[in-house]
């Protein structure tokens, strides 16, 4: 796809045209495209958001996940609290416990006690 095709396919998508949005997420999920995802899931589209918060996951990209997280997402906070706990990151899941994040605080404790 050419820039100006995508150009033209942004424009579609900002003007309510859902197939060009679904398009727009298919294309952005094979391309791996953060940025674009995160443009669609800010403006509260959901397909995105799991898009985006797949990709994140398999890029282990915690400073995503925690955005999401940290912006309401709870899908996006189950990720993190996955792969913090795969990673042993106790400060991260004291960051989510202490915020009230009762599956992040079972996972601390749970691995403090190992």
């Known amino acids: ?46 397909t995105a958001s799991d898009e985006l918060i797949e990709l994140a996951s398999e890029r282990e990209d915690l400073d995503e996940l925690r955005r999401l997280a940290d912006g309401g997402n709870a899908t996006a906070a189950d990720q993190l609290i996955e792969l913090a706990s795969e990673r042993e990151d106790l400060d991260e899941l004291r960051r989510l416990a202490d915020s009230g994040n009762p599956t992040a605080a079972a996972q601390l404790a749970e691995l403090a006690a190992e």
Request: a negative charge.
């Open 1 to 46: 796809m050419t820039d100006s095709e995508l150009m033209a396919l942004r424009r579609r998508a900002d003007g309510g045209d859902r197939d060009a949005v679904d398009e727009l997420i298919e294309l952005a999920s094979e391309r791996g495209d953060l940025d674009e995802l995160r443009r669609l899931a800010d403006s509260g589209n959901a």
